[in-house]
């Protein structure tokens, strides 16, 4: 059983920067951070394959603010980051983690990002 476990939620204001991580049991060839603002539907965010083979996928409303890359260096704990710059109120939300292998697909817990104006 793969375990996804999300940090580095919290309250900012508007221009500051936070850092989450997604500590995964394993390594998982695609992760992913999504996130569901309030009273709105999950949406993806950013995702990153653990071999590099492809560059990462940014949302529209995120690019060039955030930054998403991994680390293995503890393994086998296989950690992914999601550095946020420049926040906006409208990145309010909860921010996931998700792993996908094939057919499947884990999740972590949640944490909360807040941005006040």
């Known amino acids: 059983q793969v375990h996804l476990v999300e940090t580095g939620g919290g309250l900012v204001q508007t221009g500051g920067s936070l850092r989450l991580s997604c500590a995964a049991s394993?390594?998982?060839?695609?992760m992913a951070w999504y996130r569901q603002p309030p009273g709105k539907q999950r949406e993806l965010v950013a995702v990153?394959?653990?071999?590099?083979?492809?560059?990462?996928?940014?949302?529209a409303s995120v690019k060039g603010r955030f930054t998403i890359s991994s680390d293995n260096s503890k393994y086998p704990v296989y950690t992914v980051y999601l550095q946020m710059n420049s926040l906006k109120p409208e990145d309010t939300g909860v921010y996931y983690c998700?792993?996908?292998?094939?057919?499947?697909?884990?999740w972590g817990q949640g944490t909360q990002v807040t941005v006040s104006s």
């Open positions: 998700n792993g996908r292998r094939g057919s499947s697909d884990w």
């Open positions: 990153i394959t653990s071999d590099g083979s492809t560059t990462p996928v940014y949302a």
């Open positions: 394993e390594t998982i060839f695609s």
